[in-house]
């Protein structure tokens, strides 16, 4: 074997590769694809929403859109990015010549395609009028999912299937890879803060993602062969389902958070040239933030008539969890006050993110609360809620990563006035798009329904604009990317950023990286 | 043989992943018309469904040996460094990690139905209207003899062949820890008649198991459909079954490589994961006994 081999020639690179690099470009890749097709889906729901009645599409066809931006949303674009980001950075943030099983890698990768054909190819026949895509919502409740779907919903149970064991394994890689792969002198409370972020994240994926495939799994039996999971006749319970989807749900909303309070726990000291405020806090915050979400499951279920000592438990649980969170936001803002300061575009992303995500995290604390959330469930409150953590939360932070590491990966920096035009878009749009939710929640409007009352119809005309403008503005960033995918900008320094060097690994090898990086570990002091 | 590798081997690349995905898609579509197309739920006219199933299940055996072959080849020439049986390991101990939880989704579910969701449908606690205005009728127990729908069935003692099930899958994990033993101890000849012994007793376990499935059906009435006691039995039984399968695979190839000599003393991850998982199932059919057969 050649100890330093460089890549295939051709396509089999891509297709045959076990390199960390090229399958976190592939991830990347393939996550960028699947949000701009959750995007379409996204744009179908606010062309029916602009105005009040049915105008664009037939209410069945907006619940398979509303369902399935919802599923390529979550398992299609931002955990692929996060797994992309984990498969570049951790390797090189840890000293390792790659990730601990570089074959089981690829596999992790190339199941997604696959997965999301059978998805998509649902979706694409639905539109062609061949049958109906999953249509009843992203967290698939029995029976909804069970007696009343349509056919395609047992091919969106093997793509989940599929999507699992895809996680699973990935997740799994970056554990061993942290465990076993550091570089000597790296302990575990030296490590950079994403990878702890990720080795947390990846202890959540292998233990919620084979109870989804457990949830599905008696959602295809139920819907074959009789069995009475989900079926109160029979002596089942539809909300039975709720728990089992919410005991994976809440801990995969964090799964899809905690890798971004990563992302922006590098960039914060870069930019504000000290570093991290509270790092042990950050880790143990985080770790909490991890356990925690283990038992706050039920707050998603508080209106289906849980006993009061469940609705009780599960509501300060949840509350709980605003500590640690709020040590995570003081500890950014402790680490800015009194840097010197500069605002390249990953830092703006990480400011916005931090702002707009704490907007999030406020929503949530009101919606924790039991007999408030009687009356906000199921409204669009809810949905400013979710938006304001996932989009100006979890994919800010993927922007903010792709912004900061972009020069590292390409060896050139980043069209600066594209990537400024992209952010401010991008803020100004989203809080368009989401903000108004908020009161339009608040007076009572009902998620996932086509058509509203007119009391409603100016807030969502404005949050249709806000969503459309969102939309264009990610072609800025697809844009950004291919312009430094293809090496052209100004070359960059090994260090990228003014006094990088001091804050990672990463920033001591060559801009862009080689094929293999540390193939004799360095040793860390 | 060359000295074990001290540097980190990152294979250079494979064609395996990409196929075994390929397999993988074509198995589970292949699964899904054929359910569809034998089942009444939704409309499915075609027949192929099987085929297609078949050919996954095919493609995926071939690619998966064909991969493993390569990683067999790589450790009998030494290219494993002691750092890479690590990850081996660890990836091997996070994997079992998955299917406890797996297992543990349909536990919970048991649990779930058995403590809550039959007595809330009986009207305990604040559900007595649930019950007087739904299914008056019904009442409460576990094994639920009775839906509320009017399903009956029969339940399976735990005393006969569960019991020897027990003993026999027991047994088995420590006959598996005595061929463990034996490869530590490098003694080829003891280690091939263990692991012969723990292959006999886990398919005699599938054998007895099938068995028992069909006293199920014929004699109990109890069936998959035969209401949540029949669901969660299946279910859980099942996927412990499938799971057995599995390992007895796996430890059957260890069979095999044992006879080869492919395990020594210093090398032999594979056989480890094969043992561990075994003693995952054994674990497994101990809560399966005492909380699905039993109590």
């Known amino acids: 074997m050649g100890e330093h081999h460089g890549p295939d020639k051709g396509i089999k690179r891509w297709l045959y590769t076990t390199n960390h690099k090229d399958i976190g470009t592939l991830y990347l890749c393939f996550s960028l694809a699947m949000f701009f097709l959750g995007g379409i889906l996204a744009m179908v729901i606010r062309a029916e929403l602009m105005y009040p009645g049915l105008q664009v599409v037939d209410p069945d066809f907006f619940n398979q859109m509303t369902t399935c931006h919802g599923l390529v949303m979550v398992f299609g674009a931002i955990m692929p990015a996060f797994v992309g980001l984990a498969n570049w950075m951790i390797p090189m943030m840890i000293g390792a010549p790659d990730m601990a099983l570089p074959r089981m890698n690829n596999w992790s990768f190339w199941l997604l395609p696959v997965a999301f054909s059978i998805l998509t190819s649902s979706i694409i026949m639905s539109t062609l009028g061949f049958g109906q895509a999953p249509n009843f919502g992203w967290t698939f409740y029995a029976p909804l999912s069970t007696t009343y779907a349509p056919a395609s919903t047992d091919f969106f149970i093997v793509s989940v299937h599929l999507m699992g064991i895809s996680s699973i394994m990935g997740a799994i890689n970056v554990v061993v890879t942290i465990f076993n792969l550091r570089a000597p002198g790296m302990t575990l409370m030296k490590m950079p803060l994403f990878v702890w972020t990720w080795l947390i994240t990846a202890f959540l994926l292998i233990a919620v993602m084979p109870v989804l495939a457990g949830a599905v799994t008696m959602m295809l039996t139920d819907r074959h062969f009789g069995t009475s999971f989900f079926d109160a006749a029979g002596g089942g319970d539809p909300v039975l389902f709720q728990h089992i989807f919410w005991f994976f749900g809440h801990p995969e909303v964090y799964i899809m958070i905690l890798p971004s309070f990563g992302v922006v726990s590098a960039i914060i000291p870069t930019f504000s040239r000290k570093p991290l405020f509270g790092y042990a806090s950050m880790v143990y915050a985080t770790a909490s933030i991890a356990l925690l979400s283990f038992v706050v499951w039920a707050h998603h279920m508080f209106t289906t008539g849980l006993p009061l000592a469940g609705a009780l438990f599960f509501m300060y649980m949840t509350m709980l969890i605003s500590i640690p969170t709020g040590v995570k936001v003081f500890n950014w803002v402790a680490t800015m006050w009194r840097g010197s300061m500069t605002f390249e575009v990953p830092m703006k992303f990480a400011l916005a993110f931090v702002i707009l995500f704490t907007i999030g995290g406020f929503s949530g604390l009101m919606l924790a609360m039991t007999p408030i959330d009687y009356q906000y469930h199921e409204t669009y409150f809810v949905v400013a809620h979710f938006h304001y953590v996932l989009v100006s939360g979890a994919a800010f932070g993927i922007f903010a990563g792709v912004y900061y590491w972009l020069p590292k990966w390409t060896g050139v920096m980043y069209n600066e006035k594209l990537a400024n035009a992209h952010f401010w878009c991008s803020t100004i749009f989203v809080n368009l798009l989401f903000f108004p939710m908020h009161f339009v929640g608040l007076a009572g409007m009902p998620r996932r329904i086509p058509d509203y009352s007119w009391q409603f119809a100016d807030f969502n005309w404005w949050i249709s604009i806000g969503g459309f403008g969102f939309g264009l503005s990610q072609l800025l960033l697809l844009a950004v990317v291919i312009q430094a995918g293809r090496g052209k900008g100004k070359k960059v320094s090994d260090e990228v950023w003014e006094g990088a060097e001091k804050w990672g690994l990463e920033w001591t090898v060559p801009s862009p990286a080689p094929y293999h990086t540390f193939s004799t570990p360095p040793v860390i002091k | ?295």
Request: proline share 3%; glycine share 8%; charged share 10%.
């Open chain 2, 1 to 295: 043989m060359a000295e074990k590798a001290t540097t980190y081997y990152v294979p250079h690349s494979s064609p395996w992943p990409i196929f075994a995905s390929i397999a993988l898609g074509t198995l589970v579509l292949g699964l899904v018309h054929f359910i569809q197309q034998n089942t009444s739920a939704v409309d499915n006219d075609g027949s192929l469904g099987g085929l297609m199933f078949l050919v996954g299940v095919a493609g995926m055996i071939t690619v998966l040996s064909l991969w493993w072959r390569d990683t067999i080849t790589e450790s009998l020439a030494n290219m494993n460094s002691a750092q890479m049986d690590v990850s081996y390991r660890m990836g091997m101990m996070w994997f079992i990690f998955s299917e406890v939880m797996f297992f543990a989704a349909f536990f919970g579910a048991l649990f779930y139905v058995r403590n809550l969701a039959v007595p809330w449908l009986a009207g305990e606690g604040s559900n007595e209207m649930t019950n007087a205005l739904l299914w008056p009728e019904f009442e409460a127990s576990w094994p639920l003899l009775m839906t509320p729908g009017g399903d009956t069935t029969q339940a399976m003692g735990p005393w006969g062949l569960p019991l020897i099930n027990t003993i026999i899958l027991i047994t088995s994990s420590v006959t598996c820890t005595f061929a463990h033993h034996a490869v530590v101890a490098g003694d080829r000849a003891k280690q091939v008649r263990w692991l012969g012994i723990t292959l006999i007793l886990g398919y005699a376990f599938l054998v007895l198991q099938g068995y028992e499935y069909k006293h199920a059906y014929q004699d109990l009435g109890l069936t998959l459909d035969a209401g949540i006691y029949g669901s969660t039995f299946f279910m859980l039984t099942g996927f412990h079954g499938l799971h057995v399968t599995m390992g007895a695979t796996m430890l059957t190839v260890m069979y095999f490589r044992s006879r080869k000599g492919h395990l020594t003393p210093d090398n032999h991850f594979a056989f480890e994961a094969a043992a561990w998982y075994w003693h995952f199932v054994d674990v497994v059919w101990v809560f399966l006994f005492i909380f699905v057969y039993w109590l």
